[in-house]
């Protein structure tokens, strides 16, 4: 695996930033995008461009194949059992909103609970939130541990006779906590309750098996996985996908309209109402072959020799305060300076180059639990190095001497 090589399939690194070298720390927040991705979107609108599902002519059946090809792709990259489990939408924030939606107009009433954690984006609260407004759902916290972790016992213990739904991550963007998705889902089908996972930063860092995972829902952000924005993935069970109701209505979704019923289509086309992402969709293909033609074995081996070297040497810097120490860390280095607060921190590396994320990374609820309104975020891609992360260490060293701290 040479990362230089990889390195140069990405044409932003070849740009000056406020004439420094870019040193990107910021894919948890959204990836670069590989040159195979850019010129596939240019070629797509240039040369075979088309609405899909609609038109008979040559163009639109063509862009129809290739857009069904990327679903086919995305089936087999995360082991599927069907390709009509795979569903395109404007992200995973609305593949959550979407699940949380249906499953509150069919399995769920008043004073059922859906169980979440004190790790969870709002992305996998916010759309519970409104169930608990419209229908009086109540919502559990497993509380993390003071690793930042989630064990297991934690789930346990909160479920009750009420719990329809557990609603759960992948990876902590904060933490870096790789939850044990195949064991709580073994544990909550147990007790007959459904697996809702947000799994936007485990796609591009985990090896993905839906078929041994056995969630019911998995939620993927492409742009997260060396892809374009403005498209996510939905996963969703063959059997929960067929029982519940569609998202959106509109062209595309429907089989037969009349003026006293309207039958819906067949999936997985009864939740792609209207014109879809086509050329991200397509484009994503080809981030989905990047990824294998490097290997996620490879990908995770280097991720974790990076994550292992970012916390041997943060944790000798002074003053340096890592956010959380959890059994299994994915990409992610979250952490406060003592006296400096993590925009300035922020602001500072910027000047050099150096691409972190600063605020509470759309995790306020764990921020609480920490008593911290923020923390600074240096989180890994394919791309990064030890050299990456020797100037995250340099350049925080530069953040106290302005602040004049030891």
Known sequence: MNIDNIKKEFPIFDEKIQNNDLVYLDSANSSQKPKVVLDRINDFY???????????HYLAVA?????ENTRTSVQKYINAKDKNEIVFTKGATEALNLVANTLG???????????????????NYVPWHFLRKSKNIKIKFAETNEDGDIPIENIEKEITEKTKVIAITHLSNVTGAVLPIKEITQLAHSKGIVVVVDGCQGGPHLKLDMQDLDCDFYAISCHKMYGPTGLGV?????????????????????NDVKKDR???????????????????????????????????????????????????????????????NPKERGGVLSFTVEGVHPHDIATILDETGIAIRAGHHCCQILH?????????????GVYNTKDDLDKLNDGINNCKKIFDLK
């Not at 069919?106 to 969870?120: A, P, V």
């Not at 996963?235 to 595309?252: H, R």
């Open 46 to 56: 240039s040369k075979q461009f088309s609405n899909v599902g609609r038109s008979i």
């Open 368 to 380: 609480d639990k920490l008593g911290i309104s923020a923390s600074a975020r240096a989180s890994l």
């Open 234 to 254: 939905l996963y969703g069970k063959k059997k929960w996908l067929e029982q519940l109701p569609p998202y959106q209505g509109g062209g595309g979704m429907i």
């Open 262 to 324: 309207i039958s819906y289509g067949e999936l997985p086309n009864k939740y792609e109402a209207g014109t879809m992402a086509t050329a991200q969709v397509i484009a994503f293909d080809q981030s989905i072959k990047f990824l294998e033609s490097i290997g996620i074995e490879n990908i995770i081996n280097h991720e974790k020799e990076l994550i292992e070297y970012g916390q041997e040497i943060l944790k000798r810097n002074n003053s340096v305060k890592l956010i959380g």
């Open 63 to 67: 862009a129809t194949n290739l857009y």
């Open 105 to 123: 107009q069919t399995i769920l009433e008043q004073n059922d609970e859906i169980l979440i954690t004190e790790l969870e984006h709002h992305s």
